[in-house]
């Protein structure tokens, strides 16, 4: 009875050891190819030194020039846009609220 137990605590170590180390090397294969950028990268020493000559526009999200850019951050920053009505924000917040809740308490029907 001995010999029966002890052979199935070997063959369950020896399951253990062998899957173990199957799973650790297979993890290893692919981890010098994973650690290579791609060919195609751009290295990031090239990436800090080029100069950006376009953006974005905050407002609508067209490509702008330079130029355009930095006029119309200098028009958002003497008139910034309008603000929300009070009444509105304050409607948001409650939907928001509600949303919050209903998360915690979906039982609840308000």
Same mark, same amino acid.
């Given at each position: 009875?001995?010999?029966?137990?002890?052979?199935?605590?070997? &063959?369950? *170590?020896?399951?253990?050891?062998?899957?173990?180390?199957?799973?650790?090397?297979?993890?290893?294969?692919?981890?010098?190819?994973?650690?290579?950028?791609?060919?195609?990268?751009?290295?990031?020493?090239?990436?800090?030194? &080029?100069? $950006? $000559?376009?953006?974005?526009?905050?407002?609508?999200?067209?490509?702008?020039?330079?130029?355009?850019?930095?006029?119309?951050?200098?028009?958002?920053?003497?008139?910034?846009?309008?603000? *929300?009505?009070? &009444?509105?924000?304050?409607? $948001?917040?409650?939907?928001?609220?509600? &949303?919050?809740?209903?998360?915690?308490?979906?039982?609840?029907?308000?």
């Amino acid at each position: 009875m001995r010999r029966v137990k002890a052979r199935k605590a070997i &063959k369950l *170590l020896s399951v253990i050891v062998i899957s173990a180390t199957l799973v650790g090397l297979s993890s290893y294969w692919g981890s010098a190819v994973i650690a290579l950028p791609p060919p195609e990268d751009t290295p990031e020493e090239i990436l800090r030194t &080029k100069m $950006i $000559i376009e953006a974005r526009s905050p407002i609508d999200g067209r490509f702008l020039t330079a130029a355009e850019y930095a006029q119309l951050q200098a028009q958002l920053q003497e008139a910034p846009p309008p603000k *929300l009505d009070p &009444k509105i924000r304050e409607q $948001i917040f409650l939907l928001r609220l509600r &949303k919050t809740l209903l998360q915690f308490f979906p039982f609840l029907n308000f």
